[in-house]
C-alpha cells in the first residue's frame, strides 16, 4: 500500500515525488491518525456503500497521455507511446473525524511507432500523475504529482501497473464524507492537453452524427412496407398470354 501523506489545505503546494513517497497535512497534520490494530480489525464494520464514500473522478481531458517527444506536430507516425488512466477499486470507512479512501489505479500502456529503436530494445518509460482533493465547492484543497514507470520487454508493446493509493480526508461528519472529491489524471503539456481536447471534440462529433443517422433511420416512414405488393402471374398453358394479376385474390 502507497500511502498518501496530505499537503496543507491553507496553501496548495504542487510537488513532485515517486509513487511510492506520500502527501502529509490536509488542514493539520494526521500522522496521529495511522489505524490501531483495533481500528484495523474493525474496519469491515466501517466500511460505506460507494455513496457514502468521497467520489472518484478521472479528469477528461487528463485520463490519457500522448507522448510524441519534441515533435511539435502530433502525427500518428510521431507516436512513442500511450497510456490511460482507469480506476480499478475503491473503498473507505470513517474514524476520528477523518474519511480514509483505499484507491488503486491501473494505467494501461501502447507503445507506438517511435517506441523503439531497434527491436531488441526494452523501453522503460515514465508518466507523471496527479492526486488530488476537492471539497464541495470544487475548490482544490490539496494537489500532488507522482509518477507511474512502465517497462516493456523486447517483444512487448503493451503494458499496465497498477497503484495502490492511501487518502484520508479530515471531515466533521460522516455525512459531509460523501461531498469531497478526489480528482487524478496526468500532468500534461499544453501541446498534450490541446491534442486531448482535439481528439474528444472529435469523438463527440461522431457520436452526434451516428446519434443523428440512427434517429434519421428510425423516423422513416413505414408506408411503402405497409403497400400491398402487386403479383402476377402467367398461364403455364399459354406462355404468349399476357400476365394476370392476382393481387388481393381469396384462394
Known amino acids: 500500500m502507497k500511502h498518501l501523506r496530505f499537503l496543507a489545505l491553507a496553501a ?6 515517486p509513487a511510492c513517497e506520500t502527501l502529509e497535512g490536509v488542514k493539520q497534520d494526521f500522522t496521529a491518525l495511522n489505524l490501531s490494530s483495533s481500528a484495523q480489525q474493525g474496519r469491515s464494520e466501517k466500511l460505506l456503500s ?16 500522448h507522448d510524441f517527444g519534441n515533435q511539435t506536430g502530433a502525427q ?18 470513517y474514524e476520528n473525524k477523518s474519511v480514509t479512501i483505499d484507491l488503486e489505479l491501473a494505467f494501461d500502456g501502447a507503445l507506438g511507432p517511435r517506441g523503439r ?11 507523471p500523475f496527479f492526486v ?7 475548490t482544490i484543497l490539496a494537489k500532488e504529482i507522482f509518477s507511474v514507470s512502465l ?5 512487448q508493446n503493451s503494458q499496465t501497473a497498477t ?35 482535439a481528439m474528444i471534440e472529435a469523438r463527440k462529433r461522431q457520436e452526434k452524427e451516428a446519434a443523428k443517422a440512427a434517429a434519421a433511420a428510425a423516423a422513416v416512414s413505414p408506408a411503402a412496407s405497409d403497400q400491398a405488393v402487386q403479383v402476377l402471374i402467367k398461364d403455364p398453358d399459354n406462355p404468349d398470354s399476357e400476365p394476370i ?7
Request: proline share 4%.
Open 245 to 251: 394479376d392476382i393481387t388481393g385474390a381469396d384462394f
Open 151 to 155: 517497462v516493456y520487454g523486447a517483444e
Open 50 to 65: 460507494l455513496g457514502a464514500c468521497p467520489h472518484i473522478e478521472i479528469v477528461e481531458e487528463l485520463g490519457t497521455l
Open 12 to 17: 496548495c503546494v504542487t510537488l513532485v515525488m
Open 132 to 138: 488530488a482533493i476537492t471539497d464541495g465547492g470544487g
Open 117 to 127: 529503436l531497434k527491436d531488441s530494445d526494452k523501453p522503460s518509460l515514465s508518466y
Open 76 to 93: 500518428e507516425s510521431d507516436l512513442i507511446s500511450t497510456v490511460q488512466i482507469r480506476e480499478s477499486s475503491n473503498s473507505c470507512f
Open 163 to 197: 497503484e495502490k493509493l492511501r487518502q484520508i480526508i479530515p471531515v466533521p461528519s460522516k455525512q459531509k464524507g460523501a461531498s469531497y472529491k478526489i480528482l487524478t489524471g496526468f500532468q500534461l503539456s499544453q501541446d498534450q492537453l490541446a491534442y486531448n481536447r
